[in-house]
C-alpha cells in the first residue's frame, strides 16, 4: 500500500489514476478501483484500490490519499518514484504517526502503541498493545493529571489564603496523593508485567559437555535446530530459537557448554556461553542424569535463576543425580520427554507476565515506564513533604508529578525526543 498525506496529497495523485470519476471528486472514505498509468507515457502500470480520506478524519489528520496495489516490490517503488516526480518526498520513519500526534489525532501515549503493536510477537503481546492503542494508559494518566492540577491547585489557595482555609484541607490532600500514589505503583508493576509480555525472557541451556543439551533445544523448538553428536564440544557457538510460552516469547540459547577447553575454537565458545548466560533471565542447567552430576556447573549457576534438568531421563538414573531437588526429567527420545519441563517454564513465564491485579495488564514503551517510574517517586516524596515539610515542598513535588504526567502524553516534548520516539518505527507507519 502506498500512503500520501498532506495537503497536496490528491493533486499530486490525480494525474497517475484513470478512474471513471476524477481522484478530487472521490467521496471520502470510500474504496474505488482505479487503474495507475505512468503519468509521462500515459502507459498502464496497475489496476489498484484507492480510498481518500479528507482531513481532519483521516489517520494523519491532513488529507490522506492510499493506494492498494498489487504487491511487487518493483511496481510499489515504480509508482512510489512517480509520486515523488509529482511533489511528494518519502516519509520518514514513523512520520505518517508523528504527524497524527503533531495534529492532534493521537497523543505520544497511543503514538507509542503503535510501535508496539508493530513488534508485537504473540497473541497477548498483541492484546496488550490493542489496549495501549485504545488509550488504555492515556486515558489512566489524563484522570491522573486532572486531580494532580485540582490537589496543587487546591494546596495553592491553601498557601495564599491560609486564615480563610477555603482550600484543600491537609488531611484530604494526603489521603488524595496516598490514593494517586497507589494507582500508580499499580501501574508500574502491571507496565513492567507488560515489558516480560512484549519483548518476551531469555533462556540459556547450560551444563557440561555431552549433557543433552543441544537435543533439548531441537525438542523445546520442535526442530532440528542445532547439531547433536556424541561428540563433546560439537556444539561451539551459541545457536538460538523462539517459542512462545503463555503467550510471551521465549527465547532459547543453546550454548557450547561450561568445560575447560581443548582448543582456541572451544575457548571461544565457551566465553560464549558465559555472555549468553550473563543475557539470560533464566538458565536451564542440563546435567545427564544417568551419570554424576557436575557439581562445578551446579556451583556457577547457583545464585541464578534456575531449573535444573536431569536429562536422558531413558537411561538409569546415577543415584547421586537421583538425589538433585527440583531437577526435572528430559527425554529428548521420547515425544513427551519434554512436557514436564515446558510446564515448568510457561510457570516460570507466567509469574513473570503475570498481569498486576485488577489493572488487567498493561504495556508501555520503556520511555513510558520510566515516567510512570518517575512519577511514583515524586508522588512519595510528596506524600512525605506533606507530612513534615512546609507546603511549599510538597507543591514542588507534586508540580514535578505533573509535568511527568504531560510527558507521558506529549504534551511539551521537544523535537529531540519525538525524533527518538519515532526513529524506532518503521517506514510508512
Ligand atoms: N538416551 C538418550 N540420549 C540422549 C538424549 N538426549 C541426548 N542424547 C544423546 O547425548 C549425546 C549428546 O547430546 P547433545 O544434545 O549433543 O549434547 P550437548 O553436548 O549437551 O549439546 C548425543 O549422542 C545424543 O544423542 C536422551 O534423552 N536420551
Ligand atoms: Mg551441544
Given at each position: 500500500?502506498?500512503?500520501?498525506?498532506?495537503?497536496?496529497?490528491?493533486?499530486?495523485?490525480?494525474?497517475?489514476?484513470?478512474?471513471?470519476?476524477p481522484l478530487p471528486a472521490f467521496p471520502s472514505h470510500v474504496l474505488r478501483r482505479v487503474g495507475i498509468v505512468d503519468g509521462k507515457s500515459g502507459e498502464r502500470a496497475d489496476e489498484a484500490l484507492c480510498a481518500v480520506m479528507l482531513a481532519p478524519r483521516s489517520y494523519t489528520g491532513e488529507d490522506v490519499v492510499e493506494l492498494s496495489c498489487h504487491g511487487s516490490p518493483a511496481l510499489?517503488?515504480?509508482?512510489?518514484?512517480?509520486?515523488?516526480?509529482?511533489?511528494?518526498?518519502?516519509?520518514?520513519?514513523?512520520?505518517?504517526?508523528?504527524?497524527?500526534?503533531?495534529?492532534?489525532?493521537i497523543d505520544l501515549a497511543q503514538a507509542e502503541a503503535v510501535a508496539l503493536m508493530i513488534g508485537a510477537r504473540t497473541d497477548r503481546a498483541v492484546a496488550l498493545a490493542a489496549r495501549a492503542l485504545a488509550g488504555g494508559l492515556a486515558d489512566r494518566v489524563r484522570a491522573l493529571r486532572a486531580a494532580l492540577v485540582e490537589l496543587i491547585a487546591g494546596l495553592?489557595?491553601?498557601?495564599?489564603?491560609?486564615?480563610?482555609?477555603?482550600?484543600?484541607?491537609?488531611?484530604?490532600?494526603?489521603?488524595?496523593?496516598?490514593?494517586?500514589?497507589t494507582d500508580v505503583d499499580r501501574w508500574a508493576a502491571a507496565a513492567r508485567h507488560g515489558r516480560v509480555v512484549h519483548d518476551g525472557i531469555t533462556v540459556a541451556l547450560v551444563g557440561p559437555p555431552n549433557a543433552g543439551k543441544s537435543s533439548l533445544l531441537n525438542a523445546l523448538l520442535g526442530r532440528d535446530r542445532a547439531i547433536v553428536s556424541p561428540v563433546p564440544g560439537t556444539t561451539r557457538d551459541v545457536?538460538?530459537?523462539?517459542?512462545?510460552?503463555?503467550?510471551?516469547?521465549?527465547?532459547?540459547?543453546?550454548?557450547?557448554?561450561?568445560?575447560?577447553?581443548r582448543d582456541e575454537i572451544e575457548a571461544e565458545g565457551i566465553r560464549r556461553s558465559r555472555l549468553a548466560m550473563d543475557e539470560s533471565d533464566l538458565l536451564l542447567v542440563v546435567l545427564d542424569g544417568s551419570v554424576s552430576?557436575?557439581?562445578?556447573?551446579?556451583?556457577?549457576?547457583?545464585?541464578?535463576?534456575?531449573?535444573v534438568v536431569r536429562a536422558k531421563s531413558d537411561l538409569p538414573a546415577h543415584a547421586e543425580a537421583r538425589a538433585l531437588p527440583d531437577a526435572v526429567d528430559v527425554c529428548t527420545v521420547d515425544p513427551r520427554g519434554v512436557d514436564a519441563l515446558?510446564?515448568?517454564?510457561?510457570?516460570?513465564?507466567?509469574?513473570?507476565?503475570?498481569?498486576?491485579?485488577?489493572?488487567g495488564g498493561i504495556v508501555t514503551s520503556l520511555r513510558q515506564l520510566e515516567l510512570i517510574e518517575a512519577?511514583?517517586?515524586?508522588?512519595?516524596?510528596s506524600a512525605e513533604a506533606l507530612h513534615e515539610m512546609p507546603l511549599e515542598a510538597a507543591l514542588v513535588d507534586l508540580r514535578h508529578a505533573l509535568r511527568l504526567t504531560g510527558e507521558v502524553l506529549g504534551v511539551d516534548v521537544g523535537d529531540a525526543v519525538l525524533d527518538h520516539i519515532f526513529s524506532t518505527f518503521c517506514l510508512g507507519k
Open positions: 500500500m502506498i500512503r500520501v498525506s498532506g495537503p497536496d496529497a490528491i493533486a499530486i495523485v490525480t494525474p497517475l489514476l484513470r478512474s471513471a470519476i510499489l517503488r515504480m509508482v512510489t518514484r512517480w509520486i515523488v516526480a509529482g511533489g511528494a518526498r518519502l516519509a520518514t520513519p514513523g512520520e505518517f504517526t508523528r504527524r497524527a500526534f503533531l495534529n492532534g489525532r495553592e489557595v491553601e498557601l495564599d489564603f491560609p486564615e480563610e482555609r477555603i482550600g484543600h484541607d491537609l488531611d484530604r490532600a494526603r489521603a488524595a496523593v496516598a490514593r494517586l500514589r545457536v538460538e530459537g523462539t517459542i512462545a510460552l503463555a503467550g510471551v516469547p521465549v527465547r532459547l540459547l543453546d550454548t557450547a557448554g561450561l568445560d575447560a577447553p552430576p557436575d557439581r562445578r556447573v551446579l556451583s556457577e549457576t547457583a545464585g541464578r535463576a534456575r531449573v515446558l510446564e515448568r517454564l510457561a510457570q516460570d513465564v507466567e509469574q513473570r507476565a503475570a498481569a498486576a491485579g485488577d489493572e512519577l511514583a517517586g515524586a508522588l512519595a516524596a
